[in-house]
């Protein structure tokens, strides 16, 4: 059976990562998205084990000692990261995986595995990625500050990435993204038992 893909989603707070993942997952139920580790408390309707590992510094810090993640980060006072072991066994199983990091975490999954595939997602504008996120309502007015500012600086790497997206209708999104992990599938080197059966 052929490997699952990694697909990194990037981008800036609030740009509408988690709801085109929420989208990407219901219409193909075979995508595994990789639940991070934070230590940021939930927000109402999270679920722990779901849309995060809620753990404590203490915990966060073990999970580093016994190298359960593949990457993990600072972001605007929290610590994140990606649990190893769920993203090697759904690959495994044939699985593609979804990331939605942050771009150090990003950095550190392309130089370990260098054909993870990256995919910048941008807002419409500034402006409006700012209503979004002040609209989304989960952050004080100081910490949707440091993110917008955080957003902004982390743009200049977009240019890096294999693929740049804005999301401007989510349905856009979504099928541009669809687009992409079905065309990082053509790829010969995806494709070698067919080209061997020649
Ligand atoms: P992120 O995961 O990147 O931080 P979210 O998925 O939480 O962002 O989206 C932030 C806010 O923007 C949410 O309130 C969400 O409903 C809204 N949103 C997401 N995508 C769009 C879009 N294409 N158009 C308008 N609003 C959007
Ligand atoms: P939020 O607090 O809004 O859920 O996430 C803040 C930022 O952390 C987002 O940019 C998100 O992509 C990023 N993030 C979530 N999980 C991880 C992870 O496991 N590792 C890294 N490096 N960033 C993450």
């Known amino acids: 059976m052929r490997k699952g893909k990694t697909f990194i989603l990037c981008g800036p707070s609030g740009v509408g990562k988690g709801t ?12 595994y998205f990789s639940v991070s580790a934070t230590t940021r408390p939930p927000r109402p309707g999270e679920v722990d084990g779901v849309h995060y590992h809620f753990l404590t510094r203490e915990q966060f810090e073990e999970w580093i000692a016994a190298d359960e993640f593949l990457e993990h980060a600072q972001f605007v006072g929290n610590c994140y990261g990606t649990p190893r072991k769920y993203v090697d066994d759904a690959m495994e199983r044939g699985r593609d995986v979804l990331l939605d990091i942050e771009i150090q975490g990003a950095e550190q999954v ?3 595995r ?3 595939v990256r995919i910048y997602i ?6 409006e990625l700012e209503r979004r996120l002040v609209g989304r309502g989960t952050e004080d007015m100081e910490k949707v500050r440091s993110r917008l500012e955080r957003g902004r600086q982390e743009f200049a790497a977009a240019k890096d990435f294999d693929y740049f997206v804005i999301n401007d209708t989510v349905e856009h999104a979504v099928s541009e993204l669809r687009a992409i992990m079905r065309a990082e599938h053509c790829r010969p080197a995806e494709r ?3 080209i061997d059966r020649y």
């Open 20 to 31: 085109v993942v929420a989208r990407l997952l219901a219409q193909d139920p075979t995508l």
């Open 110 to 112: 392309h130089r370990k």
């Open 114 to 116: 260098p054909e993870a």
């Open 122 to 127: 941008a807002p419409p504008s500034w402006a």
């Open 192 to 194: 070698l038992d067919m």
